[in-house]
Each structure stands twice: as structure tokens, then as C-alpha cells.
């Protein structure tokens, strides 16, 4: 089975700074890869999802995350933050087979841009 | 596309009532998803379809939860008789080729 752990539950950072979301995986077979954004009062989104192929993914708004195997990690970074960067990030983790059918959720990392 | 759509935003109720939330996926999805948030719990998912067939109920909490899909174009996620702890925003979110697409919740308040 697969679980997922984001070790930070809130993370501040001043606009214009860069930052790093954490995310580690555990999983006996190999993984697909997800970093959903919910905005306030909305669903979630995509923001990127790595399946196979290159280790650094870009997705959406400038954020990017790369993939480590050995470390079992899947951290999500963006080099300099927007206000409107604001909101909670969830990692999540499915096998191939299942896909989108099984998908496992982290408990969500909260991002505030400090103006 | 719309994207999915779901009804109401927001339904406060006394316990005891039945409550149902009422989901439309995008058109030409094959899976649907009811996920459940709460601040103590974080994401759950409690039941999936796939061709409007249940194919897994099993985080379904207990039997006063049933989720039904007609049709591939509506589902519903009914709670009879509700309970203070059912209180959360229970999400659906579509998917075709793996990414989910969710709706924006419905926010469920029993007193």
C-alpha cells in the first residue's frame, strides 16, 4: 500500500522568496506522483504529476518538484512566491494500476505569502 | 466544460435530518469520486464509481452514507440520519485519464 507524509503542516514565507514543500512516499511498487493546490472555499487542482520519464516536473504557476527515488521524495519548489501563492498543497501517491482510482493523500501543507 | 458542478455550496441542518449532495461530473468522465475533508481527518475518500457502477464503497463510514450515479451525468451522496460529526465539505471530483477534477465542495454543517 501507499501513504504519503508532508512534514510541514504550515510553512510562511515572504512574497518573493523561495520555498520548498516537503513530501515523502512510501510505497512497495512504483509510484505516480501528484501536487494538488486548494485555494480558500474552492476544490483542488493540479498543479503537476509525474508518471515517469524525467525527474524534474514543471507545472503550473512557476512551481516545479523532482522526483528522488532513493529518498523517496517528491518536494515541490518555486523560486520566488506570489500573494496569490497562498493556500493549502496536498502531495498525493497511486500505483500505475490504479492510477487516479486509489489515490493517497497527505494531510496538506499550508503556504502563507507574508507581503 | 463547466467542470464539475455541485450542489448546495453550503447546507446547514439539524441532526437527525437527511441530508443529500448532488454532484455533476464533466462530461465524458468514466470515474466519479466523494472525497470527505474535515480538519482532524484531512481527505478521505469514501466511495468511487466507474461507468456510473460503485467499484469501491469500503470508506464509506458507516450505513447511514449511500451514494448513488443514475446516470453518468449526475450522482448523489446521501446521509440519513446525519450526525454532528458528519460536518466537513464533502468534495466529488471527475476523472477520464487519471487526473481528478473536483468540484468545489459542499459545505455541511449539522447542528
Known amino acids: 500500500a501507499q501513504s504519503v507524509t508532508q512534514l510541514d503542516s504550515q510553512v510562511p514565507v515572504f512574497e518573493e522568496a523561495p520555498v520548498e514543500l516537503r513530501c515523502n512516499y512510501s510505497?512497495?511498487?512504483?509510484?505516480?506522483l501528484f501536487w494538488y493546490v486548494q485555494y480558500p472555499n474552492q476544490g483542488l487542482q493540479l498543479l503537476l504529476k509525474?508518471?515517469?520519464?524525467?525527474?524534474l516536473v514543471k507545472g503550473i504557476n512557476g512551481f516545479e518538484a523532482e522526483f528522488n527515488k532513493s529518498q523517496t521524495s517528491f518536494h515541490l519548489r518555486k523560486p520566488s512566491v506570489h500573494i496569490s501563492d497562498t493556500a493549502e498543497y496536498f502531495c498525493?501517491?497511486?500505483?500505475?494500476?490504479?492510477?487516479?482510482?486509489?489515490?493517497?493523500f497527505g494531510t496538506g501543507t499550508r503556504l502563507t505569502v507574508i507581503p | 466544460d463547466a467542470g464539475v458542478i455541485q450542489s448546495p455550496r453550503h447546507e446547514v441542518t439539524e441532526m437527525g435530518q437527511e441530508v443529500t449532495l448532488r454532484c455533476k461530473p464533466i462530461?465524458?468522465?468514466?470515474?466519479l469520486f466523494w472525497y470527505r475533508q474535515t480538519m482532524m481527518r484531512g481527505l478521505e475518500l469514501l466511495i468511487y464509481?466507474?461507468?456510473?457502477?460503485?467499484?469501491?464503497d469500503s470508506g464509506m463510514p458507516e450505513d447511514r452514507f449511500s451514494a448513488k450515479m443514475p446516470n453518468a451525468s449526475f450522482s448523489t451522496l446521501k446521509i440519513q440520519p446525519s450526525e454532528p460529526r458528519d460536518s466537513a465539505v464533502y468534495f466529488c471530483?471527475?476523472?477520464?485519464?487519471?487526473?481528478?477534477?473536483f468540484g468545489e465542495g459542499s459545505r455541511l454543517t449539522v447542528l
Open positions: 471530483a471527475s476523472s477520464f485519464t487519471g487526473e481528478l477534477f
Open positions: 510505497s512497495s511498487v512504483s509510484v505516480y
Open positions: 509525474y508518471l515517469s520519464g524525467s525527474t
Open positions: 498525493a501517491v497511486s500505483g500505475p494500476r490504479t492510477g487516479a482510482n486509489n489515490l493517497f
Open positions: 462530461s465524458g468522465h468514466d470515474y
Open positions: 464509481f466507474n461507468n456510473n457502477v460503485p467499484i469501491d
